[in-house]
């Protein structure tokens, strides 16, 4: 899949879901995590992209996605160090 098409498709995921929103406390909760999973992936694949030329790699799963959603650019950097420091 094409680089442009993955960030437009998660853009409009996250326009919509900032849009509509939920009147449902619990509703709201769940596209509220959905929102922050796809701007870490989001965050996990420009990293992947940048990060390119100087070696990083980041895998981009749940748990790599959630943790750069939620920590935002913090937790992107604790997983790039223990990239370079436990796993590299």
Do not use: K, Q
């Amino acid at each position: 899949m094409e680089p442009i098409t993955v960030i437009a498709i998660l853009g409009t995921i996250i326009f919509v879901l900032l849009l509509v929103g939920a009147p449902m406390r619990p509703i709201r909760w769940i596209g509220f995590g959905i929102t922050r999973f796809c701007i870490g992936a989001l965050l996990l694949f420009l990293l992947n992209a940048i990060g390119n030329s100087y070696d990083i790699h980041i895998p981009i799963n749940t748990y790599t996605a959630l943790i750069s959603g939620i920590a935002g650019l913090p937790g992107i950097a604790s997983l790039v160090a223990i990239e370079f420091f436990l796993l590299g």
